[in-house]
């Protein structure tokens, strides 16, 4: 988590003083001190004991049986592998599940990202207003995973909704977006693109710590402008990116509230927004299928752990650390 | 602007005529930057203008504004089902209140103890936090929710418990992690001082870091609000009760009943059940995109 790209909330001093703490030599722990360590982290182990650590041993286990929710824990029948190999061999909807869940992180994740840089870039300038157009941007990643706006998104390209409205005049006839299998998935990337306001701020942040010697230097070389946004810019922005990219993936696969408002629950039409998660649910908790579910959800974590690695270990070739900027 | 201009322009004819054509880009960047804001706010706008449209208006006006604001959409969504929508609002309250509470608390006492305190494996359980950051909430919901059926939490007249309770066990790593963060930034000598007044590891958290750490306090506490507000999933998994639904759950009534006529009343309150965001929005504006900044997780 090195990444961050600010301090957090300016605490009240400067740390100057750390290096004098540091002297006293590390590894002695006065006894009273790692006692009262204990005593302060004791919710968060509690917490990662049995709100963490115990379940996920727990779906682990329950990942080789064929447990429901209806019989007693103890009398769970022991499958061994089964759940894998029907979810990897035998189930369609599994593996359709998670291509629309690529295909939704794949599209709308890079557009956003896109969204957010351009309008960073045009916000990068210090005028009045500035503070006012950057809050309305951030507004709908404030209010974009709500039920409510999954409410409104969905009634907006239905049959009668804005978006029809707004094809009508230019005489071009819509259709029901979200109750076309080929179109559903769409609407919903639209929604996650219009909340590009998060990583927009991040990004915004990024590019004040641009040091603007180098573009004077650059201007002074001759380079133009799109140059020195390719030489320039987006090198030195690339650890945010990184940063921007590593989570809204993340994010992306875990979309949820959309899809299942958007279907009512079923991942329709014709599965076409079936979410990994919202597949993972419906098998949950309406199929109650918890064997099977928790086989899912240990293939998504590793899923996700192993995009998190892929992108780390590529992101040596592409970002960017300048000196005083590695921290 | 100084940054993008050559800086070895040459005679006053020159300057004024890169100055004006800077101004012309200004306009051009002022108007596409409002198109987008259009773009972006169109939605919010719409629904607004529907919740106040009659049901006759809604079908036949296409245009964003009513011809005649009428609050007929509000009065009816309140009183849509058995249980008021007063109710929901109570209860999504209740949960955000308290999850407020206790991400407060806990992570405050977690996060002292990572940033301060030397003890044993403090290096070692400070990785595994940084790993839980990372972790996919779903992944552990099937076995949490057997977990606390096993321990007789869900379902009953208060079924908040698995919503609540681990929010006071400092799971939410992201706020954790942001105050580590902070208080790194605290100065030591102000512990040391303490320390020489005689206080203790308690005492440096009571008098030196707990006053000190507000404004990070304050994200949290309104990140975890608006958070917590806007959460489904897991209210979907525990709540079953009509009377117990929060605002997110209720709000899924409305879908099912895919009628034409419901949706005047439906996106009444789906603003209303903004509202709270929205103030939130206007109060913190700065701090919240400040706030977005220091750690850019979620959002």
């Known amino acids: 988590m090195a990444l961050t790209t600010a301090p957090a909330p300016t605490p009240p001093a400067k740390k100057s003083v750390r290096a004098a703490a540091k002297t006293r030599r590390p590894g002695r722990i006065r006894h009273g001190e790692g006692l009262a360590g204990y005593v302060f982290l004791s919710p968060w182990l509690l917490g990662l004991m049995g709100i963490t650590a115990i379940p996920m041993l727990l779906s682990l286990y329950l990942s080789f049986t064929n447990y429901d929710i209806l019989t007693d824990l103890s009398d769970v029948e022991w499958v061994g592998l089964e759940n894998y190999r029907r979810m990897f061999t035998a189930d369609p909807s599994y593996w359709h599940s998670v291509q629309v869940t690529v295909m939704f992180a794949l599209i709308a994740v890079p557009l956003k990202l896109v969204a957010a840089l351009g309008v960073a870039l045009l916000l990068n300038r210090a005028w009045r207003g500035v503070g006012l157009f950057r809050g309305l941007f951030y507004l709908p990643s404030l209010l974009g995973g709500s039920v409510a706006l999954a409410i409104v998104w969905v009634n907006m390209f239905n049959r009668d909704g804005a978006f029809n409205s707004f094809l009508g005049l230019f005489g071009i006839e819509g259709k029901p977006w979200v109750n076309d299998p080929e179109w559903a998935l769409e609407t919903l990337m639209v929604l996650a693109i219009w909340q590009f306001g998060a990583p927009m701020v991040i990004f915004l942040a990024g590019l004040k710590q641009v040091p603007t010697e180098l573009y004077e230097a650059a201007a002074v070389d001759g380079a133009g402008r799109v140059r020195q946004f390719f030489r320039i810019t987006l090198p030195m922005l690339s650890p945010v990116i990184f940063f921007n990219l590593v989570l809204e993936t993340i994010n992306g696969f875990q979309g949820f509230t959309a899809a299942f408002v958007l279907s009512n629950g079923t991942g329709g039409p014709v599965d076409s927004t079936l979410m990994y998660t919202l597949n993972l649910y419906i098998t949950g908790f309406t199929e109650l299928e918890m064997g099977y579910a928790s086989a899912m959800a240990w293939v998504f974590l590793v899923a996700i752990a192993l995009v998190t690695a892929v992108f780390f270990s590529t992101g040596r070739f592409w970002v960017h650390y300048s000196d005083g900027d590695g921290h | ?299």
Request: hydrophobic fraction near 55%; aromatic fraction near 14%; proline fraction near 5%.
């Open chain 2, 1 to 299: 602007m100084v940054a993008h201009t050559p800086v070895a322009a040459g005679g006053d004819r020159t300057a004024t005529a890169r100055r004006r054509s800077g101004v012309g880009r200004q306009v051009v960047r002022l108007a596409i930057l409002v198109a987008i804001l259009a773009v972006v706010l169109y939605p919010l706008i719409w629904m607004i203008g529907t919740s106040f449209k009659s049901q006759e208006e809604i079908v036949n006006n296409i245009g964003l504004i009513p011809r005649r604001f009428t609050p007929g959409n509000f009065t009816e969504g309140w009183n849509n089902f058995d249980v008021s929508f007063g109710r929901f609002f109570l209860n999504s309250a209740m949960v955000s209140l308290l999850t407020v509470v206790g991400n407060m608390v806990s992570c405050l006492l977690a996060a002292y103890a990572f940033a301060r305190l030397r003890f044993r494996l403090r290096r070692f359980w400070f990785a595994i936090m940084i790993g839980t950051l990372l972790l996919p909430g779903h992944v552990l919901t099937v076995p949490q929710y057997i977990l606390f059926r096993k321990l007789d939490m869900v379902g009953g007249p208060w079924p908040y418990l698995p919503l609540v309770l681990p929010q006071f066990l400092a799971t939410e790593a992201f706020f954790v992690f942001l105050m580590v963060q902070f208080m790194r930034g605290i100065p030591r000598e102000l512990d040391e001082a303490a320390k020489i007044d005689g206080a203790n590891a308690y005492g440096i958290f009571r008098y030196v870091i707990l006053p000190l750490s507000r404004p990070a306090l304050v994200t949290t506490a309104i990140f975890s609000f608006i958070w917590t507000w806007n959460e489904f999933f897991r209210q979907l998994v525990y709540i079953s009760d009509l009377d117990a639904y929060t605002v997110p759950v209720a709000l899924t009534l409305f879908i099912d009943s895919t009628s034409q006529s419901a949706v005047g009343p439906m996106f009444a309150m789906s603003l209303l059940s903004l509202l709270p965001v929205f103030l939130f929005f206007v109060a913190f504006q700065r701090m919240l995109v400040e706030g977005i900044n220091t750690s850019g997780l979620k959002g």
